[in-house]
């Protein structure tokens, strides 16, 4: 195929009509799910959205009141603590988080004998249902002498600590919580994108003399270097919105210390049946959000890119 | 079909279900009334289920009403989601706490009218009708009302010898006195003296008996405005006297996040002697019991301690409201359930039955049949002939129930304004002085007093 026969083919329209007959077929098996997709994604964005600019009277619209939502949640003395609390999880879940499922994934690579049950070992804690995951670490955190975690310092000669209790340490301990639950989905991805290296490049360069660090630093870093940037945009937007974990292990205490963005929406919706300051908040996430997610678009489409090359 | 066609009718959905969950539904009428009725109990209760279906025939025999059952027990994780989509019970239960947030938010029905036409509202405890009442309508029906009271575990009290010739637990009077009890028990005991619960809006829910027992005064109205007024000198002595529990006398528990069941948790596994409690009749220490296995006969409950300006203790309790959507014959209909379940201020025939069963429940499954739940209704005939049945079937030593039942508390109810955003910022506050032996009682509830009244009560 020639430069100049490239240069004039055109992409297909979708919504021609002769496409559109050639395929109704297609479409139809696609409604359900596309009806699925408006109702359960599109429908509460966008009612969240509108709620957001209303006075609300349980889910009831009673009046257009602008940015007074959105006043009355930025207002509020718990919010400044809840937006730094929400960027303070992302934090340390890139600190603690981050590397774990990369290097798990490594690992579990290299690993020839017995790899299945590794696999199966490590991808175990994302099988527990997240509410059980968290209220057994709170069990675990008790900061009572005959705590779990209490009792395991004992025998190491340590004295008891408050753990979850210690509003410095609340968030961060969260955080080895969530990274415990979730870092075995997360390693799955990447051994999916690890077997996909061709193996000629390590046959090489065992051949050339290189050893496990720079077969990790030259080749499997590299080749998937995509990939660990996309998890990370990711993992900033789904830590960012963090809920369950301070919901069932703290309800955001001790004095706010673990008050995220997504609890604080929860508590206006749930526990104070407002609705309209709820949706503020949520809507505030989603702007900030907007800007890695961005990135996000622009990386998963360069990464499906390269994987069609 | 054209690409413009489609992208039309798309819209078109996303328009209409946003905007559909504002239409009212329309209820239809007919002769036979139907009445869905929440909390209905589950199959490990077989005989209540066997009253209830029998009821169930009742209804539809005597009433021409058919009573359907729905498991849903009120929650306040799970409230708005099935309000705003109303399938809510006909008839659901909910707790006093939270009369208002539901009245304000247009999920229960105005029963006023049926309420004076079946006479109920004559007969209602003049403590109670301001609790389930707004602007003057009605819209509860009183389950059972309590009195937070100071549950003791006995067997802490016996090993650190605080127990008298009969073995009742010498409960503190005064606060002063708790803390010093609370002392000897986790010097004698390793166990915490107190248990004050500090987390999801209880620590705030229970520091109200303290304050007000130190005279601290919560919200006042000033020129038609609700003032926030508890960082008063009262306000104060009451935060320090917790702060003093949890560094001077070293008595509560190492967590400073416990809430409802945890805080009973801490009791009724003999880590904790004391904790603010109630007990009512068929239901007020069932969770500890079913759930942490504390024998009925190791509970004893006091009258909450006197502070330096009083003595107050809490009222609370659940209640039955109905679903916004009701129609008067459904409330109509409703009543004449309660009725049937004994909620009614007659006890007639059929309620005294349905008492027997539930009695007999109780007795089944070792739960306490002793402490007093506060009355109801105010008709002096029905209120003997329910203690007359009720002794029947006392299961525990009285004495370790006396001083509550004989109740030497000044009742209060909660505070007219915001209650729960209230107890959260209170919460807020209790944490900060249980997690750091330098927190400043006075600087912060200056802060939470302002935060309170720029948050909420400037809004109201």
Redesign the interface.
Same mark, same amino acid.
């Given at each position: 195929m020639s430069l100049a026969q490239i240069s004039v083919r055109k992409k297909p329209n979708l919504f021609d009509g002769n496409h559109f007959r050639k395929d109704l077929v297609a479409w139809f098996l696609m409604l359900p799910s596309l009806l699925m997709f408006l109702f359960f994604t599109w429908q509460p964005l966008i009612s969240g959205i509108f709620l957001s600019f209303f006075k609300t009277r349980g889910y009831s619209v009673v009046e257009f009141i602008g940015l007074g939502n959105y006043q009355e949640v930025i207002t509020n003395s718990s919010f400044n603590a809840a937006l730094m609390n929400s960027a303070t999880y992302t934090l340390w879940s890139l600190v603690i988080g981050f590397a774990v499922p990369i290097i798990v994934a490594i690992l579990l690579n290299e690993i020839v004998h017995i790899n299945g049950f590794f696999k199966f070992s490590f991808y175990f804690p994302s099988m527990i249902p997240g509410i059980a995951t968290y209220l057994m670490w709170a069990f675990m955190y008790n900061p009572a002498k005959w705590g779990v975690l209490n009792t395991i310092i004992s025998h190491l000669g340590l004295q008891p600590f408050g753990w979850l209790n210690m509003p410095h340490y609340t968030i961060m301990l969260i955080v080895v919580t969530m990274t415990w639950a979730g870092f075995g989905g997360t390693a799955l991805i990447y051994m999916a994108s690890l077997q996909g290296i061709n193996q000629e490049l390590y046959e090489a360069s065992s051949l050339d003399g290189a050893g496990f660090v720079q077969r990790i630093r030259y080749i499997t870093l590299p080749n998937i270097s995509g990939i660990i940037l996309l998890m990370l945009i990711m993992q900033i937007i789904t830590v960012f919105q963090v809920m369950i974990q301070p919901l069932s292990m703290t309800g955001g205490g001790p004095n706010d210390a673990s008050l995220s963005l997504m609890l604080q929406s929860y508590l206006y919706a749930f526990n104070y049946v407002k609705a309209g300051p709820s949706m503020a908040v949520g809507v505030i996430t989603f702007l900030i959000l907007l800007i890695p997610t961005s990135f996000y678009f622009v990386l998963s489409k360069k990464n499906q890119g390269s994987e069609g090359q | 079909?054209?690409?413009k066609l !489609?992208i039309l009718l798309?819209c078109l959905? $996303?328009i209409i %279900?946003? /905007?559909s /969950?504002?239409f009212a539904t329309a209820t239809a009428a007919g002769k036979k009334v139907t009445l869905v009725v929440g909390d209905w109990p589950r199959e490990n209760e077989p005989a209540r289920v066997a009253t209830f279906k029998k009821y169930q025939k009742i209804m539809l025999d005597k009433y021409n009403v058919e009573v359907i059952p729905d498991y849903y027990q009120y929650a $306040? %994780?799970s /409230?708005?989601p099935k309000?705003?989509a109303g399938t809510l019970p006909t008839l659901y239960n909910s707790w006093f706490t939270e009369v208002r947030? !539901?009245v304000?938010?247009?999920?229960a029905a105005d029963i006023t009218g049926p309420m004076k036409k079946a006479g109920w509202h004559k007969s209602l405890n003049p403590q109670i009708l301001p609790l389930i009442s707004d602007q003057g309508k009605i819209y509860a029906v009183p389950k059972y009302a309590y009195v937070q009271g100071l549950e003791c575990n006995i067997q802490l009290f016996k090993t650190a010898g605080l127990v008298d010739a009969g073995g009742v637990p010498k409960a503190p009077k005064t606060y002063e006195e708790l803390a010093e009890t609370a002392k000897i028990i986790k010097d004698k005991t390793g166990a915490a003296g107190f248990i004050l619960e500090?987390?999801?809006?209880c620590g705030g829910w229970h520091f109200m008996n303290i304050a007000w027992s130190f005279g601290t005064v919560f919200e006042k109205k000033e020129g038609g405005k609700w003032i926030a007024a508890f960082n008063s000198p009262e306000g104060v002595a009451a935060l320090q006297y917790v702060r003093d529990l949890k560094w001077k006398y070293k008595v509560l528990? @190492?967590?400073?996040?416990l @809430?409802w069941a945890s805080g009973q948790q801490v009791l009724a596994t003999n880590?904790g002697a004391m904790l603010f409690f109630n007990a009512t009749d068929h239901d007020g220490f069932n969770f500890q019991i079913d759930n942490y296995k504390i024998s009925k006969d190791n509970i004893s409950i006091f009258s909450l301690p006197a502070g330096p300006k009083g003595r107050y203790a809490q009222i609370g309790g659940d209640i039955w409201m109905f679903a916004p959507n009701a129609t008067k014959a459904q409330i109509e209909a409703g009543l004449k359930w309660l009725e049937l379940l004994g909620k009614a201020p007659q006890f007639t025939d059929e309620i005294k039955e349905n008492e027997i069963t539930n009695y007999k429940t109780d007795v089944a499954g070792k739960h306490v049949v002793g402490g007093k739940e506060l009355q109801i209704w105010t008709d002096k005939a029905a209120i003997k002939a329910r203690d007359e049945l009720r002794s029947k079937y006392i299961n525990v030593n009285l004495g370790m129930f006396k001083d509550y039942n004989e109740n030497k508390a000044t009742l209060k109810s909660e505070e007219p304004v915001a209650c729960?955003?209230l107890y959260?910022e209170l919460?807020? $506050?209790i944490?900060?002085v249980?997690?750091d032996a330098n927190a400043d009682p006075k600087a912060l509830l200056d802060k939470a007093a302002?935060?309170f009244q720029? @948050?909420v009560l400037d809004?109201q």
């Amino acid at each position: 195929m020639s430069l100049a026969q490239i240069s004039v083919r055109k992409k297909p329209n979708l919504f021609d009509g002769n496409h559109f007959r050639k395929d109704l077929v297609a479409w139809f098996l696609m409604l359900p799910s596309l009806l699925m997709f408006l109702f359960f994604t599109w429908q509460p964005l966008i009612s969240g959205i509108f709620l957001s600019f209303f006075k609300t009277r349980g889910y009831s619209v009673v009046e257009f009141i602008g940015l007074g939502n959105y006043q009355e949640v930025i207002t509020n003395s718990s919010f400044n603590a809840a937006l730094m609390n929400s960027a303070t999880y992302t934090l340390w879940s890139l600190v603690i988080g981050f590397a774990v499922p990369i290097i798990v994934a490594i690992l579990l690579n290299e690993i020839v004998h017995i790899n299945g049950f590794f696999k199966f070992s490590f991808y175990f804690p994302s099988m527990i249902p997240g509410i059980a995951t968290y209220l057994m670490w709170a069990f675990m955190y008790n900061p009572a002498k005959w705590g779990v975690l209490n009792t395991i310092i004992s025998h190491l000669g340590l004295q008891p600590f408050g753990w979850l209790n210690m509003p410095h340490y609340t968030i961060m301990l969260i955080v080895v919580t969530m990274t415990w639950a979730g870092f075995g989905g997360t390693a799955l991805i990447y051994m999916a994108s690890l077997q996909g290296i061709n193996q000629e490049l390590y046959e090489a360069s065992s051949l050339d003399g290189a050893g496990f660090v720079q077969r990790i630093r030259y080749i499997t870093l590299p080749n998937i270097s995509g990939i660990i940037l996309l998890m990370l945009i990711m993992q900033i937007i789904t830590v960012f919105q963090v809920m369950i974990q301070p919901l069932s292990m703290t309800g955001g205490g001790p004095n706010d210390a673990s008050l995220s963005l997504m609890l604080q929406s929860y508590l206006y919706a749930f526990n104070y049946v407002k609705a309209g300051p709820s949706m503020a908040v949520g809507v505030i996430t989603f702007l900030i959000l907007l800007i890695p997610t961005s990135f996000y678009f622009v990386l998963s489409k360069k990464n499906q890119g390269s994987e069609g090359q | 079909m054209s690409k413009k066609l !489609i992208i039309l009718l798309l819209c078109l959905v $996303v328009i209409i %279900s946003t /905007f559909s /969950f504002n239409f009212a539904t329309a209820t239809a009428a007919g002769k036979k009334v139907t009445l869905v009725v929440g909390d209905w109990p589950r199959e490990n209760e077989p005989a209540r289920v066997a009253t209830f279906k029998k009821y169930q025939k009742i209804m539809l025999d005597k009433y021409n009403v058919e009573v359907i059952p729905d498991y849903y027990q009120y929650a $306040v %994780s799970s /409230f708005l989601p099935k309000a705003a989509a109303g399938t809510l019970p006909t008839l659901y239960n909910s707790w006093f706490t939270e009369v208002r947030k !539901i009245v304000e938010n247009g999920y229960a029905a105005d029963i006023t009218g049926p309420m004076k036409k079946a006479g109920w509202h004559k007969s209602l405890n003049p403590q109670i009708l301001p609790l389930i009442s707004d602007q003057g309508k009605i819209y509860a029906v009183p389950k059972y009302a309590y009195v937070q009271g100071l549950e003791c575990n006995i067997q802490l009290f016996k090993t650190a010898g605080l127990v008298d010739a009969g073995g009742v637990p010498k409960a503190p009077k005064t606060y002063e006195e708790l803390a010093e009890t609370a002392k000897i028990i986790k010097d004698k005991t390793g166990a915490a003296g107190f248990i004050l619960e500090t987390n999801n809006n209880c620590g705030g829910w229970h520091f109200m008996n303290i304050a007000w027992s130190f005279g601290t005064v919560f919200e006042k109205k000033e020129g038609g405005k609700w003032i926030a007024a508890f960082n008063s000198p009262e306000g104060v002595a009451a935060l320090q006297y917790v702060r003093d529990l949890k560094w001077k006398y070293k008595v509560l528990p @190492d967590s400073t996040l416990l @809430d409802w069941a945890s805080g009973q948790q801490v009791l009724a596994t003999n880590q904790g002697a004391m904790l603010f409690f109630n007990a009512t009749d068929h239901d007020g220490f069932n969770f500890q019991i079913d759930n942490y296995k504390i024998s009925k006969d190791n509970i004893s409950i006091f009258s909450l301690p006197a502070g330096p300006k009083g003595r107050y203790a809490q009222i609370g309790g659940d209640i039955w409201m109905f679903a916004p959507n009701a129609t008067k014959a459904q409330i109509e209909a409703g009543l004449k359930w309660l009725e049937l379940l004994g909620k009614a201020p007659q006890f007639t025939d059929e309620i005294k039955e349905n008492e027997i069963t539930n009695y007999k429940t109780d007795v089944a499954g070792k739960h306490v049949v002793g402490g007093k739940e506060l009355q109801i209704w105010t008709d002096k005939a029905a209120i003997k002939a329910r203690d007359e049945l009720r002794s029947k079937y006392i299961n525990v030593n009285l004495g370790m129930f006396k001083d509550y039942n004989e109740n030497k508390a000044t009742l209060k109810s909660e505070e007219p304004v915001a209650c729960q955003e209230l107890y959260k910022e209170l919460d807020k $506050v209790i944490q900060a002085v249980l997690t750091d032996a330098n927190a400043d009682p006075k600087a912060l509830l200056d802060k939470a007093a302002a935060n309170f009244q720029k @948050d909420v009560l400037d809004k109201q």
